[in-house]
Structure formats: structure tokens, C-alpha cells
């Protein structure tokens, strides 16, 4: 994985970022210093992004490509929308990270430090700026609360499907035996009653 600075015309505000709803929290000054303090990152098929139990600062953004999301080494979702935010919840929590965001064909991400930017607007002189963090921050979160929930709501419908499915009362098909046909007897021919003669 290589990281670059991330230099950017402060003009003119990229498109992938465009996409992605969370950031209007900031106006164009406060995203102009969000983009500041970030890095390019530029990773291969199997560069980890987040490793699952580490302590780190940073907020990504997907820029290209696909990733995927393993907890305990296993997969359980994928981050393939240009402008998919992940990572987010360090900010809030400052805890370990929950799970690995490993990169599953070439891609490149923003990584934006949330340290730095607490460095350049500390909270108690510029707490607009942190207000507008929190906002992206629980945008983000709605978001995929959301999404967990409409999931959730599917999950439990085909479970109720399973559960009735199991609890109907199985008829078993009634299989009729195969009548044997005897060959019929042949009665004696009558005889024919003897002409006199």
C-alpha cells in the first residue's frame, strides 16, 4: 500500500466527494481543511486498510475499487460505492478498531485524520467545525443504521418463512399399493350336447 499526500485544487472540490451526502455538513472552507489533512491511499488486492483491534485515528473514504470487511478473518460485507465512508466510528468511540477493511482489487482511499484536524481547529476555538464533524459523523451513522435495520427486517421475514415452512403439517402422500392381477382360470368350455343320431 502507498500513501501520498492529498493535494487538491482548493477551487474546485473533487467529484467522488461530491458524492457523497455526508460531507455537505461542511461548508467549502471546513471541507478545504478536512481534504488538508488527508492522504492518498493507493492499495493492491490483500492491503489492509484497517486492521481489526488496532488504534488509529483516521476516517476513509472510497475513492475506487472494492473492499471488504472481515471480522475474525471472515467476510462480512463489502464496501464497493465511490464515496462509502468507513471508519467512522473512531471518532466517536476512540476505541479498537471492530473489524479489518481489507482492499479486494485495486483501490484508492482518502484518509482523512481526525487528530489533525482536532490539531488545527482545537474544539474550544472553532466548535462550528466540530459540530459539522459530529453531523458528518452522524449522518454516516443514520445512514447505516438504516440500512442494518432494513436488513434485519429481511432477515426476520425469511426466518418466519422457515419457521412456518417447518411448522405446517406434513402430509405424507398416500402411495396405493399395486393390485396384482391373477391371471383369470378358464372355465371348462361347455361341451355341446351330443346330436342323436
Do not use: W
Not at 42 to 69: A, N
Not at 106 to 115: G, S
Request: glycine share 4%; with cysteine; proline share 6%.
Amino acid at each position: 500500500m502507498k500513501e501520498f499526500a492529498y493535494i487538491h485544487d482548493e477551487t474546485q472540490n473533487p467529484s467522488p466527494l461530491r458524492a457523497v451526502p455526508a460531507l455537505a455538513s461542511f461548508s467549502d472552507d471546513q471541507l478545504d481543511d478536512v481534504l488538508n489533512s488527508s492522504s492518498l491511499l493507493q492499495c493492491e488486492p490483500g492491503d489492509c486498510i484497517i486492521k481489526e483491534g488496532s488504534i488509529d485515528s483516521r476516517i476513509y473514504i472510497l475513492l475506487s475499487g472494492e473492499l471488504e470487511v472481515r471480522v475474525g478473518g471472515r467476510k462480512v460485507a463489502a464496501i464497493t460505492r465511490v464515496g462509502e465512508v468507513f471508519g467512522e466510528l473512531a471518532l466517536v468511540n476512540q476505541d479498537k478498531r471492530l473489524a479489518s477493511v481489507i482492499a479486494s482489487t485495486k483501490a484508492v482511499c482518502l484518509a482523512v485524520d481526525q487528530k489533525f484536524l482536532q490539531d488545527i481547529h482545537p474544539r474550544e476555538e472553532d466548535p462550528d467545525f466540530h459540530a459539522s464533524l459530529y453531523e458528518f459523523v452522524a449522518r454516516l451513522v443514520m445512514r447505516k443504521l438504516e440500512a442494518t435495520s432494513r436488513r434485519l427486517a429481511e432477515v426476520e421475514k425469511e426466518l418466519r418463512q422457515l419457521r412456518e415452512a417447518q411448522s405446517a403439517p406434513v402430509v405424507a402422500p398416500v402411495v396405493s399399493k399395486p393390485v396384482l392381477k391373477r391371471p383369470l382360470k378358464r372355465r371348462p368350455a361347455a361341451r355341446k350336447p351330443a346330436r342323436a343320431r
